[in-house]
């Protein structure tokens, strides 16, 4: 399970945020792929990275307006 992260691993490399809002972002599909493994919730290191890289941008004119 070393390639697995906790929702507190996620909460621990970004500053800021709350495990609420992890939450959030499952429930509106925002955030990065997860897993549910009976009550627990894990991200795959992969998948966060993936996200990271989705999320990137160079430029405020590259976001979509909403």
């Not at 429930?27 to 989705?54: C, H, N, Q």
């Amino acid at each position: 399970m070393n390639d697995l992260l906790t929702v507190q691993d996620l909460v621990a490399r970004y500053p800021g945020t709350t495990p609420g809002a992890w939450a959030n972002r499952r429930y509106k599909g925002t955030g990065p792929k997860f897993l549910k493994l009976g009550r627990r919730i894990m991200y795959r290191v992969s998948d966060v990275v993936a996200w990271e890289e989705e999320n990137a941008h160079t430029c405020t004119s590259e976001y979509e307006v909403a």
